[in-house]
């Protein structure tokens, strides 16, 4: 029984990491009507400025802080430097360049910081929460990241639905002539978009690399786990994306503590492919197909 309540509260703390990435990638697809697999390069690279403020200036604090700031610069340039020049031309070229993007920043982390694996500190610490004599498989950091991706989730969740800013992002995604008819100043929404999901994007790889390492392609296989959270909730779904991170993470979780962490990934992998079989669109997504 113990065994079975640390591999359900650890798979949720896990499934948060997933959530978080899942979150950044429904604010693109929401926004632009784009999947950006940089996303988890962005998230990596903009974790190495945060290591790198951690080291002169000894504070996690302000090195979470400089990271979230970091992805939102970086994920505005990318879209107005790279991905704009896509916009009205044939959808598969936004996805080569997305592509394109993750080679290139994984590329410049290897030259800039080299390829060897380095630690990062976590918020809090690491050591097992008990209640009582039983251990809970979670630590005091997982309940920060959890509290983190959540409180994330509340809000992106209320912007779309209940803010002027929300509705000309939703308004660019499904009908872009006609919000610029309406005034919406499209470049600056879709740069708003992006911007926004590099900063979800920062707080995920600040997350996750505290239990993990930090090197160029530190963000590959937690990408893949948060891409496939996304495709469980439904890629227009705020709230699907936490709830597919913790159904993943949990499941995940059972899997490798059952039947060996070393398939883990391919598991992952196997959901993916099961749940487009099943039902493409997603748990939380809507019966209607709705088009530009």
């Known amino acids: 029984m113990q065994e079975f309540l640390e591999f359900t509260l650890g798979g949720i703390a896990t499934g948060m990491i997933y959530a978080a990435i899942a979150l950044s990638l429904v604010l693109i697809w929401r926004g632009t009507r784009i999947l950006n697999y940089s996303q988890g390069g962005m998230a990596m690279f903009t974790t190495y400025v945060a290591w790198l403020v951690i080291q002169h200036t000894g504070s996690y604090w302000a090195g979470f802080a400089v990271a979230l700031a970091a992805g939102l610069v970086l994920g505005s340039v990318l879209e107005f430097a790279v991905v704009r020049p896509t916009e009205n031309k044939a959808p598969l070229n936004a996805v080569i360049v997305t592509i394109g993007l993750l080679i290139l920043l994984e590329g410049l982390a290897g030259i800039i910081y080299g390829g060897q694996y380095r630690s990062f500190p976590a918020a809090f610490s690491i050591k097992g929460l008990k209640a009582g004599s039983v251990g809970l498989g979670i630590s005091p950091n997982d309940v920060f990241t959890a509290a983190a991706v959540l409180g994330a989730a509340v809000i992106l969740a209320l912007v779309f639905r209940y803010t002027s800013v929300g509705l000309r992002l939703r308004a660019t995604a499904f009908a872009p002539a006609v919000a610029r008819l309406l005034g919406v100043r499209i470049g ?82 196997a959901a993916l492919v099961l749940v487009l079989m099943i039902r493409p669109t997603g748990l939380f997504s809507s019966g209607v197909t709705r088009r530009v």
Request: charge should be negative.
């Open 188 to 269: 600056r929404v879709l740069t708003l978009g992006w911007a926004l999901a590099g900063l979800f994007g920062a707080l995920a790889g600040v997350l996750v690399t505290s239990s993990t390492f930090l090197y160029p392609n530190s963000m590959d296989s937690i990408f893949v786990l948060g891409f496939t959270a996304a495709v469980i909730g439904g890629l227009d779904s705020p709230v699907g994306a936490v709830v597919g991170g913790i159904v993943l993470g949990v499941v995940l979780s059972y899997a490798g503590g059952y039947l060996g962490s070393n398939l883990v990934l391919v598991y992952g992998l």
